[in-house]
């Protein structure tokens, strides 16, 4: 595709539940960042790959998070055992290189909500 | 750490009106900086960007300039339409480290109004 696909757009999850939550980045895209936008706030970061080394997990907030890139292309960020504050929206976003400079184009996101 | 703080909304204006988004920034080096605009229903696009001190980033009208002294990049666009209406949110990016992740201030809604 065009853009950044993420999957699915909306989940509801009942506390204590897994959910897994799928990125499709722009083809050829070394690098891939996931992102954890509250309610009313701007996104926090919360790991990055390049290609399908994970060199950065220092904002996933738990140990229930894990995220994962295993052929450099779909990642999939997993939140094991939902708690009420997991609830936000999670970001993908991907870029051609991994330096400051590059663009990142995210894509629309996936809204989770734990009941 | 690395930080940055934005004007906080919401913004109302009439079209035609003079837009500023004040962003100011924390971060060691020289980052990136970026803003970045969503409008309803859609992803994170990015809107304009400066990469170093003194450069000037502008897109559709919007401008902004990297002020290294007093660590800002606001935002501001002479005459506002109603399609402008979005939240808005400054971002940085480090310089170093093995991640070139985005630091975003919390966004600022901006209405515009006929």
């Known amino acids: 595709g065009a853009g950044v696909s993420q999957s699915p757009r909306y989940k509801v999850a009942k506390r204590g539940q897994d959910v897994a939550l799928r990125c499709d980045p722009i083809?050829?895209?070394?690098?891939l960042f996931w992102y954890q936008q509250a309610l009313g706030q701007g996104p926090e970061f919360l790991t990055y790959f390049q290609n399908e080394a994970q060199l950065d997990k220092s904002g996933l907030p738990s140990d229930r998070f894990f995220a994962e890139r295993p052929e450099g292309s779909v990642s999939t960020l997993k939140i094991q055992r939902t708690q009420q504050e997991d609830s936000a929206v999670y970001l993908c976003?991907?870029?051609?290189?991994?330096?400051?400079?590059?663009?990142?184009?995210f894509g629309q996101g996936t809204r989770l909500t734990v009941v | 750490g690395n930080s940055v703080t934005q004007m906080e909304g919401p913004v109302t204006l009439s079209e035609e009106a003079f837009l500023t988004i004040n962003c100011t920034y924390t971060a060691t080096g020289y980052p990136s900086l970026f803003w970045y605009v969503q409008y309803p229903g859609e992803g994170l696009q990015l809107l304009l960007k400066a990469t170093k001190a003194d450069d000037k980033g502008s897109n559709k009208g919007f401008e902004a300039t990297y002020r290294k002294e007093t660590t800002s990049f606001h935002l501001e666009k002479g005459s506002v339409q109603v399609s402008d209406s979005a939240v808005y949110f400054c971002a940085l990016s480090a310089s170093s480290g093995s991640a070139r992740q985005l630091t975003f201030g919390s966004g600022t809604q901006l209405t515009v109004l006929p």
């Open positions: 083809s050829g895209h070394v690098s």
């Open positions: 976003a991907s870029s051609l290189v991994g330096n400051s400079r590059t663009e990142a184009f």
